[in-house]
């Protein structure tokens, strides 16, 4: 049988339920199976541990301020190889969800000061958080120790292939100097 990410429990606070003067701790801890739902909807191989800890906390009259830290550890293909690549991701998780949040229009998007910067909701899914933390910190290109690209030439049949080399073009300015320092010493 196989696992939906909408099959995943969530964890959801209703900002209206929650205290309007402390802090909200939360923990969030998905077990194997729910780990290999994540792993699939961010098309890596799997995650062996993964955690959300934090706290949502009110700031001012309407607004909530999420700070958490996300552990994972993570296996992907290595982009040479492959082969399986296991990556620790240790990262902080900030976000503020704003009631008064504006919304650009098409003609004039630009990036905000803060990133972090949300529309407020009703209701904040920590799962939710959590998978697109992830996502957002995944490395791009996980390869495995020593694994390496390799050179690729080519070219018509007849033609030698240009090397790196033949893309500098004053890389042989210094034998040049010295055939002629020394055509130099051998004529007086």
Same mark, same amino acid.
């Given at each position: 049988?196989?696992?939906?990410?909408?099959?995943?429990?969530?964890?959801?606070?209703?900002?209206?339920?929650?205290?309007?003067?402390?802090?909200?701790?939360?923990? /969030?801890?998905?077990?194997?199976?729910?780990?290999?739902?994540?792993?699939?909807?961010?098309?890596? +191989?799997?995650?062996?541990?993964?955690?959300?800890?934090?706290?949502?906390?009110?700031?001012?009259?309407?607004?909530?301020?999420?700070?958490?830290?996300?552990?994972?550890?993570? +296996?992907?293909?290595?982009?040479? @190889?492959?082969?399986?690549?296991?990556?620790?991701?240790?990262?902080? +998780?900030?976000?503020?969800?704003? %009631?008064?949040?504006?919304?650009?229009?098409?003609?004039?998007?630009?990036?905000?000061?803060?990133?972090? +910067?949300?529309?407020?909701?009703?209701?904040?899914?920590?799962?939710?958080?959590? /998978?697109? %933390?992830?996502?957002?910190?995944?490395?791009?290109?996980?390869?495995?120790?020593?694994?390496?690209?390799?050179?690729?030439?080519? @070219?018509?049949?007849?033609?030698?292939?240009?090397?790196?080399?033949?893309?500098?073009?004053?890389?042989?300015?210094?034998?040049?100097?010295?055939?002629?320092?020394?055509?130099?010493?051998?004529?007086?």
């Amino acid at each position: 049988m196989e696992a939906h990410l909408a099959e995943l429990p969530t964890s959801q606070l209703r900002l209206s339920d929650l205290a309007a003067r402390r802090a909200t701790q939360f923990d /969030i801890q998905p077990n194997a199976a729910e780990r290999a739902v994540i792993a699939k909807t961010l098309d890596i +191989v799997g995650i062996k541990k993964l955690r959300l800890e934090g706290e949502i906390t009110p700031v001012g009259k309407t607004d909530w301020e999420l700070k958490a830290k996300l552990g994972a550890t993570v +296996v992907q293909d290595c982009v040479v @190889t492959l082969e399986p690549v296991t990556s620790r991701v240790d990262e902080p +998780v900030i976000r503020v969800y704003t %009631a008064h949040f504006e919304v650009p229009n098409e003609d004039d998007v630009e990036m905000t000061v803060d990133e972090n +910067v949300e529309p407020l909701p009703a209701i904040v899914d920590l799962v939710d958080v959590m /998978i697109e %933390a992830l996502a957002l910190c995944l490395p791009a290109f996980p390869r495995l120790a020593g694994a390496e690209l390799g050179n690729i030439a080519v @070219t018509e049949r007849g033609i030698t292939p240009m090397s790196d080399d033949d893309a500098k073009p004053f890389a042989g300015l210094g034998d040049l100097r010295k055939a002629l320092e020394n055509k130099d010493d051998g004529a007086t």
